[in-house]
């Protein structure tokens, strides 16, 4: 079965460090892969997407991930994170068979000390 | 922008009895989820809904859970006899196609 795996569950960094959250996922064939975040209190928002193109995309609020089918990966990055980008990030894929199920990762934590 | 939204926000609830938790899509979204997430677990996959049929439904979602779109508007999830295990955050999403869904807020079941 497909999995989506998350490596960091909780990430500590101060205001403007770089990012980089890793996920992998196990499905062979085409997969379209995306980053949720769920900031304090809200709900899932969609930071960016891949489905197909460039293996680099880009999502809202300078967040971009890469995706690199020989390492089945889709690292989220973001090169000087805010106190703001506290919130819980989550990694998913979209299942084979035309039905929208998602498959989620664990989710990562990521607390921003200002 | 639209959004999705659900009701209630919380809904605490006696062991064996119903609850229906109710989900307002995007107004133009064709498909529909529920989603779970049980505390410091994975949001999970319960059950996508087209055409007003189910088209594809997890392990979890067995003969207890129903999903129901009664009036065009409202996407409802019904669980008939709760059981403890049944507490979590279940989210409701939409979508116009099978990709980009959109999330709302939860509704945090708690079963006592």
């Known amino acids: 079965a497909q999995s989506v795996s998350q490596h960091n569950h909780h990430v500590i960094l101060s205001e403007a460090a770089s990012l980089e959250l890793g996920c992998n996922y196990s499905y062979g064939g085409t997969v379209n892969l995306f980053w949720y975040v769920q900031y304090p209190g809200q709900h899932l928002q969609l930071l960016l997407k891949?489905?197909?193109?460039?293996?680099l995309v880009k999502g809202i609020k300078g967040f971009e991930a890469e995706f690199i089918k020989s390492k089945f990966s889709f690292n989220l990055r973001k090169p000087s994170v805010q106190w703001s980008d506290t919130a819980e990030y989550f990694c998913?894929?979209?299942?084979?068979?035309?039905?929208?199920?998602?498959?989620f990762g664990q989710g990562t934590t990521l607390q921003v000390k200002p | 922008e639209p959004e999705v939204t659900q009701t209630p926000s919380h809904q605490v609830t006696q062991m064996g009895q119903e609850v229906i938790l109710r989900c307002v899509p995007i107004s133009n979204h064709l498909y529909f989820y529920w989603y779970r997430q049980i505390l410091g677990q994975k949001v999970e996959f319960l059950v996508s809904?087209?055409?007003?049929?189910?088209?594809?439904k997890s392990e979890i979602f067995d003969d207890q859970f129903s999903v129901e779109r009664p009036d065009g508007s409202n996407f409802t999830l019904k669980i008939r006899s709760t059981k403890l295990e049944d507490s979590a955050m279940y989210f409701c999403?939409?979508?116009?196609?099978?990709?980009?869904?959109?999330f709302g807020p939860g509704t945090r079941l708690t079963v006592l």
């Open positions: 809904f087209y055409n007003n049929e189910i088209s594809e």
């Open positions: 999403a939409s979508s116009v196609r099978t990709d980009t869904q959109y």
């Open positions: 998913a894929a979209l299942s084979p068979g035309n039905t929208g199920k998602l498959i």
């Open positions: 891949y489905f197909s193109g460039d293996p």
